[in-house]
């Protein structure tokens, strides 16, 4: 009971704001976590973890059936759901994509600008709850348990201190991390080897072309990394 209470407060009671040597160290080392490319070769299944989960909330909002997700070990990922083919719902399900993690990141900043970094972290561990009985592959559970692991352990064993850094560098990440991939869609695309890319079916679906629809995904994500600088205060 007591620990209940004590979640309780952790959830409802604003952090401190991170000093602003420790807020720009953070901003730093997940920016790194993005550009090292040893370190995106890990951390890029992150992304696409919310990118696959961004295709799947479309989807049911769309009110398409979500038949299941997989996540491969080369960071790529596949959303599988049931509707017609063509159509708004369908469009919105390629659009969620990519902008999926900026946007996730937006409203992680505005939960971290008012101190609760807590909350996030367990509505981050909620939310892969929910994805988890969606995943269709082993590599995918082991991707989405690893994830939760880290969180968990950091939102139940770590400090205020630690969880705060955390919950940024996480926030951080998302923001830039989304900036990252939708680059190298394009570079994909120039090799000639994105063919199947959210870009071009939706090309294909709105006979719109696909550059257009790359350049909607750069617009929404560095629209978000503005909003989400201003309520963490970076600005």
């Known amino acids: ?17 991170l000093n602003l040597i420790a807020a720009w160290s953070s901003v730093v080392a997940a920016t790194l976590l993005v550009l090292v490319p040893a370190m995106w070769r890990v951390t890029r299944h992150g992304i696409t973890i919310v990118h696959e989960g961004g295709h799947g909330v479309a989807a049911t909002l769309s009110r398409r059936r979500l038949s299941g997700i997989r996540l491969h070990s080369d960071t790529s990922g596949l959303t599988v759901s049931r509707g017609r083919p063509r159509g708004p719902g369908m469009a919105f399900t390629l659009l969620a994509g990519y902008p999926a993690p900026a946007l996730l990141g937006v409203g992680a900043a505005w939960l971290l600008g008012r101190g609760y970094d807590v909350a996030l972290l367990w509505l981050l561990l909620a939310a892969l709850l929910l994805l988890l009985v969606q995943i269709r592959n082993w590599f995918g559970l082991w991707s989405v348990l690893v994830a939760g692991g880290v969180i968990f352990a950091v939102t139940w064993f770590g400090t205020s201190q630690v969880q705060s850094i955390f919950a940024l560098i996480l926030t951080v990440f998302l923001l830039v991390g989304a900036l990252r991939t939708v680059l190298e869609l394009q570079r994909s695309r120039s090799l000639g080897s994105a063919g199947a890319s959210d870009a071009d079916q939706l090309a294909r679906l709105t006979h719109v072309p696909g550059l257009f629809w790359v350049g909607v995904f750069l617009a929404i994500d560095l629209c978000c990394v503005v909003i989400a600088a201003r309520f963490l205060g970076l600005l």
């Open 1 to 17: 009971m007591d620990a209940l209470w004590a979640l309780g407060d952790s959830l409802t009671q604003p952090h401190a704001p």
